[in-house]
């Protein structure tokens, strides 16, 4: 039984693997868009900048977590 | 089609190619490793049952996502879609500034066909030929499935066009496999996966905000900008990683 066993552990890793590389990072994009989520249909912003905010915060993540491993 | 409807209909249509090209030529280097030591039949058969499966998936999972509030589908769609599409291009961004090694496939060519000559022999059906073959095929396509079910619950009406664009992509590969026999190591597997990385992270960002109930400028336009600014984000990730 252990071949079963082996190809399902593997099939349920790639399914945590298709969003999470690096826990931290893919932590806090969810924790970002939870945040979004929660606060910016609260404030009625005309001409777009809620999706400026939206988008700023994810790519302050990404090049803050780029520039945090290219340094270890 | 209106022009509006093509700021989707190519984009989506191109990360489904990217996306499915990128893993099918992994999937291929197994299958040509395992191939080449253990015989073809029960290899390509392994590969052509996942594929099999995978149309299956899209097929079921497509029509199922129809049945669910557009409302929900966007935020949830949205979210999981800019999780995967960072994922992929924080990892394109560390392998092309050369923090992390790009992907060999000569050496995974190498690696599978070693651990294939370390099974024993076999006679008649060969059960780990199929079992490799369908479980890397499988696997790899894990990941394109998920990106044509993401784009065509972010709109139905691409699904169509990201599903071809995969399927292009998947005949395309098939048949540099057979026609050189051998690993496509020479296939920019990194730029592709920045490009689908930021693709990716554009259509997500668009949808989980649509579903949050912002107004996007433009409305379908701002596709085509989040995309711009992706990829100039990227470009100056990929310098401060350099550095």
């Known amino acids: ?72 | 089609m209106s022009s509006l409807a093509w700021t989707q209909f190519g984009p989506s249509m191109l990360t489904g190619f990217l996306a499915s090209g990128v893993e099918f030529v992994e999937a291929l280097t197994v299958v040509l490793a395992v191939g080449s030591v253990r015989g073809w039949r029960d290899a390509v058969v392994g590969a052509l049952c996942a594929i099999a499966v995978m149309l299956l998936l899209v097929a079921t999972l497509g029509s199922t996502l129809t049945t669910i509030p557009v409302g929900v589908i966007r935020v949830t769609i949205g979210a999981l879609t800019v999780m995967f599409g960072l994922r992929w291009l924080h990892k394109a961004i560390l392998r092309a500034a050369g923090v992390i090694p790009l992907r060999d496939e000569d050496a995974a060519f190498a690696r599978q066909t070693a651990r294939m000559r370390n099974h024993g022999p076999f006679a008649g059906w060969d059960r780990t030929a199929f079992s490799a073959t369908f479980q890397v095929t499988l696997l790899e396509g894990v990941e394109v499935v998920f990106i044509v079910i993401a784009i065509g619950a972010g709109r139905p009406t691409l699904l169509m066009p990201a599903s071809l664009g995969a399927l292009a992509a998947l005949l395309l590969v098939a048949a540099l496999g057979v026609a050189v026999h051998r690993p496509l190591a020479r296939v920019p597997e990194n730029s592709m996966k920045f490009a689908v990385g930021i693709l990716l992270s554009a259509f997500g960002c668009f949808w989980f905000g649509e579903g949050i109930g912002i107004e996007w400028p433009g409305d379908d336009l701002s596709i085509l900008g989040l995309i711009g600014a992706f990829l100039i984000l990227s470009l100056t990730a990929v310098r401060v990683a350099g550095r």
Not at chain 1, 28 to 41: H, K, R, Y
Request: aromatic share 12%.
């Open chain 1, 1 to 72: 039984m252990s071949a079963p066993i082996s190809a399902t552990d593997r099939f349920l890793r790639k399914m945590v693997g298709l969003f999470v590389d690096d826990w931290r990072f893919a932590l806090t994009v969810a924790g970002w868009l939870l945040l979004a989520g929660l606060l910016l249909p609260r404030f009625s912003m005309a001409g777009g900048w809620a999706g400026l905010i939206l988008f700023a915060g994810l790519g302050l993540i990404l090049v803050d977590s780029v520039r945090r491993q290219a340094r270890h």
